[in-house]
């Protein structure tokens, strides 16, 4: 049995009954239409990967200092320059920092409004310190060191 377009099914209220029709070829300007459709949702998308890296990495081993025996010129020729010197109430200390921040990004807006659909963000932080502590004679006292750059994952 055939309904007719716009008729009620019997037993459904506020049922309409609806006509359908196959959908024809593909023609050029709905391709067109598509592919623009595609380019502005890939505009709309962006991706950022960022790389922070602060101080050098560490030129030699810190496993060959001495307390008691090595100077202030030994660290200095082994080491390099610290980044930062303190002087405390016993002592100078050098301290040494290398630090390696990867971070990358990806967001999808809205090209029209604004508006943001969805952000994937992932950051990768490690450092390095060590931290070399002298007496008033310029002789190391102490050596303490947190070591983590080699283990970071690629992004």
């Not at 952000?119 to 983590?148: K, N, Q």
Request: with cysteine; glycine share 10%.
């Amino acid at each position: 049995m055939q309904r007719r377009k716009g008729s009620r099914v019997p037993g459904v209220k506020g049922s309409r009954v609806i006509e359908t029709r196959p959908l024809g070829p593909l023609t050029p300007w709905t391709l067109v239409n598509l592919g623009c459709a595609l380019a502005l949702a890939c505009l709309a998308a962006g991706c950022t990967i960022g790389r922070y890296y602060y101080g050098t990495p560490l030129q030699a081993d810190p496993s060959v200092l001495v307390q008691g025996q090595s100077t202030k010129s030994d660290v200095l020729r082994l080491l390099g320059p610290p980044v930062r010197i303190t002087h405390q109430t016993n002592g100078d200390a050098f301290v040494y920092v290398y630090e390696r921040q990867n971070s990358s990004s990806f967001r999808v807006t809205d090209p029209v409004t604004g508006t943001n659909w969805f952000t994937y963000s992932r950051l990768l932080d490690d450092r390095d310190t060590l931290l070399v502590l002298f007496d008033f004679t310029g002789v190391v006292r102490g050596v303490a060191e947190d070591h983590h750059v080699e283990h970071m994952p690629p992004l």
